[in-house]
């Protein structure tokens, strides 16, 4: 059954700490990657990787994947407040349904 | 552009009534999915739907759950006899379909069944 897994599943950190965020999957037929942020409401679509070894980058947030070991990680620098939510990440093993992993909870503490 | 509309965004049924969860996509999207988000689970996919058809439906239960795109209007996702197991959140995405793959969501219709 395809699978993915979020690591930790929750993290505490101050404001102005970097924090990565891990996902692992099993593969059949992997296509893509794409990590959400999910507040109280709608998840927000944040990045999509297909191929190995290239970051993208959107202000403070960057992402990668290494289709070899099979994982991707979301790091933020310099953490705010506002980045406090629930990042989601899913995985398209080619049949165009999301196989999403349970998240992470990210409290910033101020 | 508006995103993803998602109506209503609260929905109370009593045991036994209907529950109809309505989607419109993104302008220009006509891939439609829906999924279901327990209390403090991750989301779980229910159903893929193109304009007037159903592809993917492996996710939805086979009683009481069935989904549409009509030609016209939102999709559709209805639950007829609403148990409380039913209550979640239930969110809409929609994507414009290959090469552009990535699924914008809605805001979600929660659902709370007494």
């Known amino acids: 059954e395809d699978k993915v897994v979020q690591s930790p599943l929750s993290l505490v950190v101050h404001e102005g700490d970097t924090v990565t965020l891990n996902c692992s999957y099993e593969?059949?037929?992997?296509?893509?990657l794409l990590w959400y942020k999910q507040e109280k409401k709608a998840p927000t679509f944040l990045f999509m990787l297909?191929?190995?070894?290239i970051e993208k980058k959107s202000g403070r947030l960057s992402s990668i994947l290494d289709k070899k070991e099979l994982f991707s990680i979301l790091n933020i620098t310099a953490t705010q407040t506002g980045d406090s939510a629930v990042y989601l990440c899913?995985?398209?093993?080619?049949?165009?349904?999301?196989?999403f992993g349970t998240g992470t909870r990210l409290t910033i503490i101020p | 552009n508006a995103g993803v509309m998602q109506n209503p965004r609260h929905l109370v049924r009593r045991r036994g009534q209907e529950a109809r969860l309505r989607c419109s996509p993104m302008?220009?999207?006509?891939?439609v999915y829906w999924y279901r988000q327990l209390p403090e689970e991750g989301l779980k996919f229910m159903v893929y739907?193109?304009?007037?058809?159903?592809?993917?439906e492996s996710g939805m239960p086979k009683e009481r759950f069935s989904a549409e795109f009509p030609k016209e209007g939102p999709s559709i996702l209805r639950i007829q006899q609403v148990v409380r197991g039913d209550s979640a959140a239930y969110f809409c995405?929609?994507?414009?379909?290959?090469?552009?793959?990535?699924?914008?969501f809605g805001p979600g219709t929660r659902l709370l069944v007494l």
């Open positions: 995405a929609s994507s414009p379909g290959r090469p552009e793959e990535t699924q914008y």
């Open positions: 593969v059949t037929n992997f296509r893509s």
């Open positions: 297909t191929s190995s070894g």
């Open positions: 899913a995985a398209n093993f080619g049949n165009e349904k999301l196989t």
């Open positions: 302008k220009g999207h006509s891939h």
């Open positions: 739907l193109q304009k007037e058809n159903i592809i993917d």
